[in-house]
């Protein structure tokens, strides 16, 4: 069994891809707004809400439980992908590289988001991280909505 891999998943979502991506780029700090039964908090460790190589500190629940991520964000503003590289937090107990990305590419009044992590596990046993990728799909979802009534 393969140590590390990618998943990756495909939505359609209403709000345009630069509406969208600018929660991610400059306004972060609205995700626990928008997405509150999964997001609970963020805070900025270093840096900004705008500035690549920031870090910053979720609070999340995920099946029922309460979870840490520290990332380090990073930004391809031409091609509106978002990129969080896992640095501390529950997830890295059990995966060495974990990096989810959003990917957004207009489509008619909305756009398309892919949505992938890449990963390695620490340990064979440790599963691929679908619940993670749910965890992306529930809370981008939330964020269309709000974006969406706004």
Same mark, same amino acid.
Do not use: C
């Given at each position: 069994m393969a140590l590390?891999? $990618? =998943? @990756?998943? /495909?939505?359609?979502? &209403?709000?345009?891809?630069? $509406?969208?991506? &600018?929660?991610?780029?400059?306004?972060?700090f609205h995700v626990p707004k928008h997405a509150s039964k999964h997001i609970q908090g963020v805070d900025i460790h270093a840096g900004d809400w705008e500035t690549a190589g920031s870090i910053r500190i979720w609070q999340y629940t995920i099946g029922g *439980?309460?979870?840490?991520? &520290?990332?380090e964000v990073s930004? %391809? !503003? @031409?091609? *509106?992908?978002? /990129?969080?590289?896992?640095?501390?937090? !529950?997830?890295? $107990? =059990?995966? &060495?590289?974990?990096?989810p990305v959003w990917q957004l590419t207009p489509k008619g009044s909305g756009c398309l988001a892919k949505l992938t992590i890449e990963y390695e596990k620490l340990h064979p046993e440790?599963?691929?991280?679908?619940?993670?990728? %749910?965890?992306?799909?529930h809370m981008t979802k939330d964020i269309d909505e709000a974006l969406s009534t706004e």
């Open positions: 590390h891999g $990618k =998943i @990756e998943t /495909t939505l359609e979502l &209403k709000s345009s891809a630069e $509406k969208f991506y &600018k929660v991610w780029r400059s306004q972060s *439980k309460a979870g840490v991520f &520290k990332e930004f %391809d !503003d @031409e091609n *509106k992908i978002i /990129t969080l590289n896992g640095l501390e937090g !529950d997830v890295m $107990k =059990i995966y &060495k590289v974990y990096r440790v599963p691929v991280p679908e619940i993670y990728v %749910d965890l992306m799909v």
